[in-house]
């Protein structure tokens, strides 16, 4: 799905007051990767996370974390006016094949450039200061690791995590439960 078309439908499902909003993604995109790095050891892997390893049921749990991530991250990649479209809509899994241990690394490296964006907007109200260029490069690294990562755990790639995560939010704006907690809403 094109960048600026989830973008758009991103909107629709952005139930957060407005004075709140860059606190709002950014926090939120912390929790989701953090969520997304749990199920990756649930269950434990002893040899690196594989596709052959993982049950059909694993691959989804991880798809549905993903979707979550980057409802986050296009979020985010709106409140500030980034335009990553091209490097969006134009990444090419052949830029990097990946080892098996390799996508389980890419989440953590995506986890940790989600918490340095934690650390700048501290520093940004600190010392009265927007960071844009910092949190920038982090949404960057975030928006390549889950590119690469979705190869790897055989997702294809964002497009399909994207277009089925909007198929889930807006099945649950339509039942009046977008609010809460957990996927089984």
């Known amino acids: 799905m094109e960048l600026d078309i989830y973008i758009e439908k991103t909107r629709e499902l952005a139930i957060y007051p407005d004075d709140y909003e860059r606190d709002y993604v950014i926090h939120g995109l912390v929790d989701e990767l953090g969520e997304l790095r749990e199920t990756l050891d649930n269950p434990p892997m002893e040899s690196g996370l594989t596709t052959e390893k993982m049950s059909t049921e694993h691959v989804q749990k991880i798809e ?18 980034f335009d990553f479209a091209d ?71 964002l497009d399909v995590v994207t277009r089925r995560n909007l198929e889930k939010l807006f099945d649950r704006k339509e039942r009046n439960v977008l609010h809460g907690d957990g996927n089984s809403r």
């Open 64 to 81: 549905e974390e993903m979707g979550d991530v980057t409802w986050y991250l296009a979020r985010a990649i709106d409140h500030f006016g």
């Open 87 to 157: 490097y969006w809509n134009n990444y090419s899994a052949s830029e990097g094949t990946i080892s098996p241990e390799k996508g389980e690394e890419l989440i953590q490296e995506a986890l940790l450039s989600a918490a340095r964006i934690n650390g700048h907007q501290k520093k940004s109200v600190r010392d009265d200061d927007n960071r844009k260029e910092q949190i920038q490069r982090e949404l960057s690294e975030i928006v390549r690791n889950l590119r690469k990562a979705s190869h790897h755990f055989g997702l294809r790639d």
